[in-house]
């Protein structure tokens, strides 16, 4: 998971020793999911999209990935606000919206569902 959560916190909330640390993870994370692409069939690369916006991951070496990605290999990214550059090298594209969330009734996000 490329996520923006680390250490029970979402990265606007981290303080910056611990957004290097997450950083460094995450990086790590991309490396083996890349690593790892003429192996599998499909990836998903959940929250790549916001992990990018948030300084976790590097666009460039995604895109690069994007760009060079073996042909049968399916790539899923999720994540709020692709930019015209991923949505360029992209197959499919959907933006969903929230008609209703158990947040709104006080839960809060739950591992393995929202994060």
Do not use: N
């Not at 460094?24 to 890349?34: E, H, L, M, N, V």
């Not at 499909?42 to 690069?64: F, H, K, P, S």
């Not at 090298?89 to 947040?103: G, N």
């Amino acid at each position: 998971c490329l996520s923006t959560r680390g250490g029970g916190r979402f990265a606007g909330k981290m303080y910056e020793g611990e957004k290097a640390e997450w950083r460094q993870k995450q990086q790590d994370t991309f490396g083996r999911a890349t690593g790892m692409a003429g192996q599998v069939g499909l990836r998903v690369l959940d929250e790549a999209v916001c992990a990018i916006e948030d300084g976790m991951l590097d666009r460039e070496a995604l895109l690069a990935f994007l760009q060079a990605k073996p042909k049968a290999l399916e790539l899923v990214l999720t994540g709020r606000g692709a930019d015209d550059g991923l949505l360029a090298l992209a197959d499919y594209a959907t933006e969903m919206r929230c008609l209703c969330h158990p947040y709104e009734k006080g839960q809060q996000a739950r591992e393995g569902i929202e994060y």
